[in-house]
């Protein structure tokens, strides 16, 4: 029986809900990764291949050549990993090398193989609740009111009349995800509503110029204080929480409106941050850099804004919604390039239709064994999408074509090995030595949070000594 027919065993409430204990310890004792995780390394996949009657050890390599996922920082699978993996499921007793010369997996070996697919099944049941329209509208309005109470709540007690305007921006901020509901989703008038807010992102930066000259002009002190800092500092991190969201979400989804939406929320990022400069340098009672930052942060996102629209407003026909960049391409890019320049340098007869072809075998591989970790629920992923990220690679000198097979350049070399020297760096760093370790995640946050107790402490001491420089 072939490991996805299993998925019909399984409802919802089990996916959701079912006792993962087993499940752990089974991960814990079988994936050599700090995490355990069954989706950052190609292991489970050489285990879903034996299982699904991949015994041949050739054609095994042959078809983990192919896999591409999207959560896994490896380039490539190459010859040397299937080894690794091969050595490592013997000595942990999960395949046995049969008398002429095939493989299969042990019962220990399909037990792991029948729980890794389950737990990555239920990974990418909850990830597909997050990375969708409904959550991110949802998550966005609590973050807006959460925003808009904070600065209204902060400006009150310090009686700080731009703090309790920025609370309000942030309340009317919600009318653009009324108009991302209603227009994009309900009407679907996706083109519309992104072209809706876009404008009104452009006239949020036509405001800055003018506020910003006005500033230059009549210049007011300005009192620095902790509270404006750390508001400055979560709406930093909300709305790049949010812009990432939006983004993947818009990317993976094809929805123009929340993709714009994303660029609204990278204003507010670059406004928050110019704020927090602006209020560093007032220590020093240097009032100007404020306005300055604001008025090239506001022709940056006109200049942008202008890009997009003209986009927008193109033709049906020659419309291309990958030419509005957002911040989730960044994944992709990386794992393309990786991808891409991986299996050149990997191959010395790799034309461009055999490298697409490859790439789609090795998408729909991933999706298959790894669900949502191979693509992120992007459904448009393929190898049109890769065409064009390797003709870019090409147009920007990193491949060239020798005949009709693709080659690296110096360029492209020197990316490859730096890639690749992340990659074993990481890969070394993430496996797991049988003690207790502390990731440097946790103590950057243990930091954070200890940090944050003490300036929320000592805040009236510190605003003292702000106000005393």
Known sequence: MPLSDFKSKYSNKELRFNSKSKRLDLLKKYYPSVGHDTHTSFLYGFLCLIYDGINDVEELRK???????????????????????????????????????????????KELAEISYFSTLHASYWMSLLFNKKTIIITTV?????????????????????????????????????????????????????????????????????????????????????????????????????????????????????????????????????????????????????????????????????????????????????AIKVLADNIYDDRLTGYILGSIRRDFSMTKEKLLKNFGKGLEMGRYYYGGFADFFYTDLGPPIAEKHLNKLIDDKVIEKIDKDLTLTSKGLQLFYKAKSKEYNERAQNLYLGRPKMRKGTIYFITFVVTLILIIFYANQINQWLYNQ
Do not use: H, W
């Open 142 to 322: 609590i973050s807006l009111i959460f925003l808009s109470l904070l600065k209204l709540l902060i400006g009150f007690q310090l009686s700080s009349q731009g703090m309790i305007n920025e609370g309000i921006e942030n309340l009317t901020d919600l009318i653009k995800i009324g108009i991302v509901s209603y227009i994009g989703f309900k009407l679907k008038k996706d083109r519309l509503a992104s072209i809706i807010i876009i404008g009104v992102m452009m006239i949020t930066g036509i405001m800055l110029i003018i506020s910003g000259i006005n500033k230059l002009l009549n210049p007011t002190p300005i009192v620095p204080t902790i509270q404006a800092y750390l508001i400055c500092f979560f709406s930093i991190i909300i709305n790049l929480v949010l812009m990432f969201l939006k983004s993947l979400v818009g990317r993976t989804s094809g929805n123009l409106s929340l993709m714009s939406d994303s660029k609204d929320s990278g204003l507010n990022v670059k406004i928050s941050a110019s704020v927090a400069i602006g209020l560093t340098f007032a220590i020093f009672k240097i009032y100007f850099i404020d306005a300055l930052i604001g008025i090239i942060i506001a022709i940056l996102v006109f200049k942008e804004g202008i890009e997009i629209l003209r986009e927008l407003f193109a033709r049906e026909e020659d419309f291309d919604i990958t």
């Open 63 to 109: 078809q983990m050549r192919l896999f591409f996922i999207s959560s896994t920082k490896q380039l490539v699978v190459e010859d040397q990993d299937v080894e690794e993996y091969l050595q490592y499921a013997r000595k942990k007793k999960l395949i046995v090398l049969e008398s002429d010369g095939t493989i299969n997996l042990t019962p220990d070996g």
